[in-house]
């Protein structure tokens, strides 16, 4: 900047005269207070976004901090131990689960409670037989099985764990009614040194029973109204399906 100054040249004669002379800029008091605004909302943004992240690393330690829901409903797909019968089976289901509270047995984390009722549909297609032509219609042969599907209807107690902002985990003890439908002998028969078919009773017809169940999984949660929900366990191997809180 320059600034104007008078001089005098000679004994008494005045005159004006512009020198260059350099001003330090002074900061105004408008531009400090802007300048401390910039500095403050830099420094907000920086802590907002760490608390973010702090948030979600904490979420287990934050009881109640979850999307509150009173029904789960969740079609699924699955796929059926071989242990439940011989092969592999495949099929399709649902899950209705009702929550019981969204405080679960652990008070100081975030957990919560729900009892899962479910109706699943599975068919295995057997191993296959040996084929006789003294016995047309009839297959036989050392451990066979022929094809099966079953009914199942699982009914268990659903403990939630909500581990971080978009996952949580759960556990799934219970039991599980089951119908099964046996359109051929399971069994050899009607061959040489091999009992008539139908000779027994079981494996043949139709069968009802009650075992065990129990699963372990995690869902991802899109949204607070939607999630993908994937479980492994027994009786089935495994299920993948959507789930839509309401």
Same mark, same amino acid.
């Given at each position: ?89 495949? @099929?399709? $289901?649902?899950?209705? +689960? ?7 047995? !652990?008070?100081?984390? #975030?957990?919560? =409670? *729900? ?25 036989? @042969?050392? $451990?066979?099985?022929? +094809? ?7 009914? !268990?107690?659903?403990? #939630?764990?909500? =581990? *971080? ?25 009607? @061959?040489? $040194? ?46 993948? @399906? ?5």
């Amino acid at each position: 900047m320059l600034c104007r100054e008078d001089v005098r040249i000679g004994p008494d004669v005045p005159r004006r005269h512009l020198q260059l002379t350099p001003l330090t800029k002074k900061e105004t008091p408008l531009r400090k207070i802007a300048r401390s605004l910039s500095i403050a909302a830099v420094i907000g943004l920086v802590g907002a976004t760490s608390s973010h992240e702090a948030r979600a690393d904490d979420t287990i330690k934050r009881p109640g901090d979850h999307p509150h829901y009173s029904v789960e409903l969740e079609p699924h797909a699955l796929l059926g131990w071989a242990a439940q019968w011989a092969g592999t089976g495949f @099929g399709l $289901g649902g899950r209705v +689960s009702i929550a019981i509270t969204h405080d679960g047995f !652990v008070k100081s984390i #975030n957990n919560s =409670v *729900a009892i899962s009722l479910g109706l699943d549909w599975v068919h295995y297609g057997g191993t296959g037989c040996y084929y006789d032509p003294r016995y047309a219609g009839y297959c036989y @042969g050392p $451990g066979y099985f022929g +094809s099966a599907d079953f009914i199942q209807i699982p009914i !268990v107690m659903q403990w #939630n764990f909500y =581990v *971080a902002e978009k996952w949580s985990v759960f556990g799934e003890p219970g039991l599980y009614i089951w119908h099964g439908f046996f359109p051929s002998p399971n069994y050899p028969c009607n @061959g040489p $040194g091999l009992p008539p078919c139908g000779f027994y009773n079981y494996g043949y017809g139709n069968d009802t029973g009650v075992g065990p169940a129990f699963w372990a999984g995690g869902r991802f949660h899109f949204s607070d109204s939607a999630a993908l929900t994937m479980r492994v366990g027994y009786p089935d191997l495994l299920t993948l @399906g959507v789930s839509f809180f309401l």
